[in-house]
Nanobody, 123 residues
Framework: VQLVESGGGLVQPGGSLRLSCAASGFTFGSYAMGWFRQAPGKEREFVATISWSGGTTYYADFVKGRFTISRDNAKNTVYLQMNSLKPEDTAVYYC?????????????????WGQGTQVTVSS
């Protein structure tokens, strides 16, 4: 099983990034997917989640209206479009796979994790 994140980097406040997470080694279309993040000195926190079909999504309050999670089951990939980025969005972003169809905001309910991609928002 592999989850490989990409798309992180350095961006100015107000800018945008699109993270991708390429999955392999499991039946991607049967898994709910999530994005989490961890800032230096802080615990990992939930960002967004999407159901197996993409029909249900849920976001942390601090990203509602700015971030969008989506998935392409034909490409075994989940995305996180991040707009209007703020310095407090600086963190390592992780994608995770949950062996259930339905979403969850709890990191202990996810089975597989990627290595993470660094997002730095700074002028």
């Amino acid at each position: 099983v592999q989850l490989v994140e990409s798309g992180g980097g350095l961006v100015q406040p107000g800018g945008s990034l699109r993270l991708s997470c390429a999955a392999s080694g499991f039946t991607f279309g049967s898994y709910a997917m999530g994005w989490f993040r961890q800032a230096p000195g802080k615990e990992r926190e939930f960002v967004a989640t999407i159901s197996w079909s993409g029909g249900t999504t849920y976001y942390a309050d601090f990203v509602k209206g700015r971030f969008t999670i989506s998935r392409d089951n034909a490409k075994n990939t989940v995305y996180l479009q991040m707009n209007s980025l703020k310095p407090e969005d600086t963190a390592v972003y992780y994608c995770a796979a949950r062996s259930k169809f339905i979403i969850s905001i709890r990191d202990d309910e996810y089975d597989y994790w990627g290595q993470g991609t660094q997002v730095t928002v700074s002028s």
